[in-house]
């Protein structure tokens, strides 16, 4: 069966260049709205998912879901961090486990308004685990034992009075800001200090996690298993990375909501405006599909002809949505994680899964908008469509 | 203006009106929902009760106030009611999705303090009787089938019960309310404190004993700025500081919370006007290139430039508007249902007048601007080439 000749579509939508723009535009916007929530989305997800370590285990109180909601008290948290054989030995000799404290405190932000920013309270085997991943990049680290605190490189560019000689009040204790870190995904938006003296000046007694760095070859899922019904110390264990994760549920299914539910909505109109330019686009090509259908063409290959057409749209459409968001790449935002209850900065990312999902879409869009003027175009009679003025 | 001409030309091309009427449709449907839910949370902002004051720690929303701060706190004068506040976290393990907000409260305090929760079923006497009775919205009833008399069972990671932290909590169901107020949403669970401090106590739980926050009803005459400082000065040599505000600046950091989200729904809702804006001028460019031998005629007859393109003005108006009443009645058909789903957002959720004029005179002015392009092409054409045209 012959076809029709690709270049007679493209040069028709190159004739009606206004209302091939128009259509694009409008197809354009929605891929874009589409593109940008899922490059926030995506953003925040990769960042949590990167950055987390599968030879660290984060412990927490059964039941629980993030540090916040996890608690532990002194006498259990000593247990675990002195009696967990599966832990590695530092080169001390002490075991690579350390008892954090973790607590969302209301700060100002920078550009106005007020953000829970998460407060880590750490101890030294902390910097012993983080290695070099974690650097200071700015003053000096913090000295155990003593009212002082570092930011992470994130917080001190959104919350107020987080540099160098800045002082924060906790309940009546002044903590001094020593030092700006760099860290991993996450902890780069975090406030950290000593955590015996953040437990005095918070006047709260209990833990929230140990994260600790397994000894080779040993998995947090076997240490789960064997710890899950502890009679004396029941906890939950996962690797850092299945615990980051976890922590995205909230946000990402709120984001991935969001612009689907506009996406699909929008893509009705799209579809609409779509459907009306292929019409008129071949209402006014008329005589044309009855040169086509007179000189032989199937009316299959004359179907197939202007869903090729609608698809180009679709797919035009798609790459100026897409290219409508690419500026965003890279830019930084902030919004609070669900799951933690704090404020966490991530720049957008343009993926190859947005890429692919926005022009997937977008053809989607073409093609279904391109289907009913097809068909009508596909089965108009040769005689009835000369005679047409 | 040749009215009957109007609707013969809106006749023409039935399924191009119906198309371009359903993309504005759309359009509107989507900006009366985004425009409804900006303004949904700032509402617990903008509808705060005047005679109310929140007291927090001073360090964090979440670190919990001394049990023994209520007795104190009372005792200022200007106060005349106080009620805990603690977030229990608490979720339905038996539906998938299955979490609401739940606060443990006083009973005794709780319906003098919020006169907005408005008892509808059951009865308020049974809740303050029964340790673990507990009030819900009527959205929440509706929503998981509950009515009086039901046992309800919650899992909480913030307070858990058993080795494995999974056994469930059970509350029983005393009385359902419903919200006097637009900012108070019908999808919350209110239940007695003190049977959240007993199973703590009996160890059943485990758990952070204390309050989250305190409420305070003001007195008649009170100022609010005097009662603030001096409850603030109770605690503010230690151990534990806190932080008292009125209703509205505590609603207002949750809002903040939401960090460039409203910012994020009001460009989508740009972006969407300007699509609709392109469909909409699209199909009038369309009707306009079509109607050029039309506009010759006419022209030819007599007619002025300016009644021709008042012709495509009006007709470009009727289309627009058509699809915007359509996508309003949408709107207001699916408020409930949108409700509930952002209530814990945007409790102040809802399709109003304010909201559905807003969608229809945008409507309009896109209908109004995309008529005109055409139009002033039209009236601008000269009879003799608009003839000579090949239809």
Redesign the interface.
Known sequence: MASVPLSYNLRSLLVRR??TL??V??IA??V??LA??LC?QQGFATMQAEHGRDDLAVFL??????E??S?MDLERAQILLKETPEVQKGTDGKPLAAAEMF????LP?IDG????VPIRGVQPATFAIHGDALKIIAGRNLTPGTDEIIVGTAIAERIQNCRIGDQLV???TPFQVVGIFEARGSYRCELWGDVDRMQHA???P?FNRILAKLEPGRKAADLNERL??DVRT?A?VQTEREYLIAQTGKLSGLLQF?GWF?AV??G???V??G???M??SIGARTREVGILLATGFRPFAVFRSFLFEAATLGLLGGLVGCVLVLPLDGMQ????NFDT?T?VAFAFRFTPRVLITAVVFALLLGLVGGALPALRAARLLPTQALRR? | MPIRLLFRNLRAHPIRALLTAGSVAVAVFLVCILDATVRGFTAAVDLAAQNRLVVMSNVSLFVNLPLAYQQKISQVPGIAQTCKFQWFGGSFKQKKGGFFAQFAVDPENFQTTYPEVGIVDGSYEDFRRRRDGCVIGKDLAAQYGWKVGDTVPLVSALYPRGRDGEEAWTFNVCAVYEARVRSLDQMTMYFDHAYLMEALDLGAAQGQKGVGTYSIKLADGARAETVMAEVDALFAGGPQRVKTTTEAEFNRQFVSMMGNVPLLLRSIGGGVLFAIFFAVLNTMMMAGRERTRDVGIMKALGFSGGSIAALLVVEALLLALAGAGIGALLAKGVEGPVARVVSMWAPGFAIDDRVLLQGLSIAAVVGLVSGMLPGLRAARLLPVHALRQEA
């Open positions: 206004g209302a128009l259509t535009l409008s916007a929605t874009a709205v940008g929530v926030l109180r059964p039941g629980a879901n993030s916040g909601e608690g607590l969302a405190v209301s932000k308004g007020q953000t829970n906790l309940n009546v918070l006047q709260s209990n899950k019904d029941p939950k969001i506009l909505v929008m009705i109109a799209a609409f405006t459907t009306n330019a019409l008129a935002t902030g919004t609070t209850f404020d003025t």
